[in-house]
């Protein structure tokens, strides 16, 4: 833990420097968009058992869980406003430290509030895991898009929470890099950011130290949200992972995961979230 500490607070200090030389841009202001109804979209309704089993937190109301991504909705959200920022990269340094549940309850969160829609798209090619999330099988998804020329509205899907929408990532990709930063990739980004003022759009991408895929791809969100695991994740690993995206998109945070054997506990969450 004390080398996660001083990882984090190194990464900081550098950050404060290089922070006082950018002019970061106001957002404007938010109005509340109209109601939505889902037509093209496929629209599920996934059972609370499931969403349960897999701890997405509208199946609960209330406990330190749920409070605790209360918490990191509001920073992030105050963070993206003061900048201008819609597009969201969450990574991890290593593999199995929570990031995917992290950006899914991330991407909930934030659609839960009238003030905007989320998009959350499965950008971990080569494991695309967030449709198992929902209790979903063998989705089509980005890789068919990107490949298969299948239409993103034919692949979009409304798992009946708020304002979200879910774009799987479909299957496995040995040559993800490659195709992440395809030109078709790229396009869809940018049609993503601009299409909906009000929509923000989060993308669960590889861990960072085992692919060049968030690498590659960073360049084209506004920042990223680093998520680790007490216990399992290094202060080495997170101090590597820090230096290698350190210039190319600002780190929104890094979540302390599993703090405490209680997944981002408030306490936790108020300590380790790096602004």
Known sequence: MDRIRTALELYKESEDASSDRMNPKRAAGHSLPPSITYTRTRSLTIPLPVLREHRVMVANKYGPFI????????????????????????????????????????????AMETTQTVLLVDSDLQDPTVHHVFGLKNCLGLADYLLDDQPVEDLLVHPGIGRFVLLPGG?????????????????????????????????????????????????????????????????????????????????????????????????????????
């Open 67 to 110: 409070d605790a991504y209360k918490i990191l909705r509001t920073q992030v959200t105050q963070r993206l406003r003061e900048n201008g920022w819609n597009v969201v990269g969450v990574t991890s340094p290593g593999y199995g430290e929570g990031k995917t549940l992290t950006a899914v309850n991330l991407a909930v969160s934030l």
């Open 171 to 275: 299957r496995a990709l040995s040559n993800s890099t490659e195709i992440l930063t395809s030109p078709k990739m790229l396009a869809l980004v940018e049609e993503l950011k601009h299409r909906y003022p009000s929509r923000v759009v989060v993308f669960d991408l590889p861990p960072l130290l085992h692919t060049a895929d968030v690498l590659a791809f960073s360049p084209y969100t506004d920042a990223l949200l680093m998520v680790v695991e007490e216990g399992k994740t290094t202060g080495e690993e997170l101090q590597r992972a820090l230096t290698l995206v350190k210039g190319s998109r600002p780190v929104l945070g890094t979540v302390l995961n599993k703090a405490g054997r209680s997944a981002l506990t408030v306490a936790e969450m108020k300590k380790r979230l790096v602004t």
